[in-house]
């Protein structure tokens, strides 16, 4: 990995469906707005600037939004509009750098390093894009410069909104000090209170703790959040297209003559790959499976047999990826007997669950959002053992080599 400092821009548009929604809507301009919920039962998509006066927040209950500002005006939402607005802007984001990793579908990283000859200098390339981006779609974004992803991120963050901070190398110690720790990515309520419990409330206070204390309260997870307190995060800028599916498959020990008998196997990789989805916010509309067939051709070759489809809606939901593949096995016909059996989720995109998945979907899909947030939740405490489903013990034999996304940190 190079030493040498490196140009990460965050860029992020401004409260995006609510802007969407007053651009379009001369009549909400300067009107607290709040997309999504609007049948009283959801929670709130996003708030226009004028809503979150009154504290309204995305994936706050909407009859809490509507409890502390009852003259807001609730609107219901079009993401097929909204999708189309994102497409555009992330074009726009495609012009200025090669490496953009879309974190959501109004939110990305773009690497600017070395760019400098071509756009200028970053501080001037991004108001030409923060210009770029209004004169095209009409809406604010917010951008943060620094020389890593995280602090990129809350600069981006602390502009908004419509505004742009830049923290160069030599400032990021001085920058991070005053924040709250709660501002480090990773640190939810529980590391908060431990760290709260050692009397560290900012990040400088983290910057300057001992490493065995923090080892103590947290393990080597302390440490690390240490590291990014003062500014060390390595992590790159990783392009979307790098990733075009994930998948998940295994090689029995045992050839397996029955297809009831892959139900299960099927089951763990839908879960597996769901997950490293909703870590990536990502969703996929294809769904595919791969079969290995026990049948040698000889020169330890086999033959193949893959099924796809598309999905009327991106997922990213282990059931729903289960349902699929299943329903494709169902189709493989003459059946033979089996050495290895894959899933794998294609057509990704960006998705942004906590806006869009619960606000504008039907309570059976809020449901399982919410499931689904507790099963990330238990996993990530415990790791992949606790979770395996029943009887259907998949032994991860012969899988992908090197770190998956989505299964990184
Ligand atoms: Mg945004």
């Not at 839908?270 to 969703?283: C, G, K, S, V, Y």
């Not at 998945?357 to 499931?371: H, N």
């Amino acid at each position: 990995m190079s030493t040498a400092p490196r140009t990460i821009l965050h860029a992020d548009l401004d409260a995006f469906f609510a802007a969407v929604e007053q651009r379009d809507r001369p009549e909400l301009r300067g009107k607290p707005v709040v997309v999504g919920g609007a049948a009283g039962r959801g929670v709130v998509a996003a708030a226009s600037y004028e809503a979150r006066v009154y504290g309204i927040h995305s994936a706050m209950p909407s009859f809490e939004a509507r409890r502390r500002c009852p003259h807001a005006i609730f609107v219901a939402g079009d993401m097929a509009k909204y999708r189309c607005e994102s497409r555009r802007v992330f074009a726009i984001f495609d012009r200025y750098s090669p490496l953009v990793e879309g974190l959501s579908m109004d939110e990305a990283f773009l690497d600017l390093t070395g760019t400098a000859r071509l756009l200028g200098d970053a501080v001037s390339a991004a108001e030409r894009l923060r210009a770029e981006v209004r004169a095209a779609t009409g809406l604010t974004l917010s951008v943060g410069i620094a020389p890593v992803k995280m602090v990129a991120k809350i600069a981006s963050d602390l502009a908004k909104p419509d505004g742009l901070r830049v923290v160069a190398p030599d400032e990021v110690r001085a920058f991070l000090a005053p924040l709250p720790v709660g501002r480090i990515w990773g640190v939810g309520a529980v590391a908060r209170a431990r760290l709260d419990a050692l009397g560290i409330a900012t990040i400088g206070d983290l910057a300057a703790a001992p490493d065995e204390m923090l080892r103590r309260a947290l393990g080597g997870f302390g440490v690390g959040l240490a590291g990014l307190a003062r500014g060390e995060d390595a992590r790159a800028v990783e392009p979307d297209r790098e990733a075009k599916s994930y998948g998940e498959e295994n090689t029995f020990e045992r050839d397996v003559a029955e297809r009831a008998a892959l139900a299960d196997p099927i089951h763990a990789h839908a879960d597996a790959i769901a997950r490293r989805l909703r870590r990536d916010r990502l969703a996929g509309h294809g769904v595919t499976v791969k079969l290995k067939l026990a049948r040698p051709l000889g020169r330890g070759r086999y033959p193949l047999v893959t099924r796809s489809l598309l999905l009327r809606r991106a997922t990213d939901d282990g059931e729903a990826i289960a349902r699929a593949a299943l329903s494709l096995l169902a189709r493989v016909e003459p059946w033979e007997p089996i050495r290895l059996v894959g899933v794998a989720v294609t057509r990704l995109e960006p998705n942004d669950a906590s806006q869009l998945a619960l606000a504008l979907r039907g309570p059976t899909d809020q449901r399982r959002a919410r499931l689904n947030a507790a099963v990330d939740a238990i996993h990530v405490r415990f790791g992949d053992q606790k979770l395996r489903r029943g009887a259907g013990d998949v032994r991860r034999t012969g899988l992908s080599t090197g770190i998956k996304r989505g299964e990184r940190e």
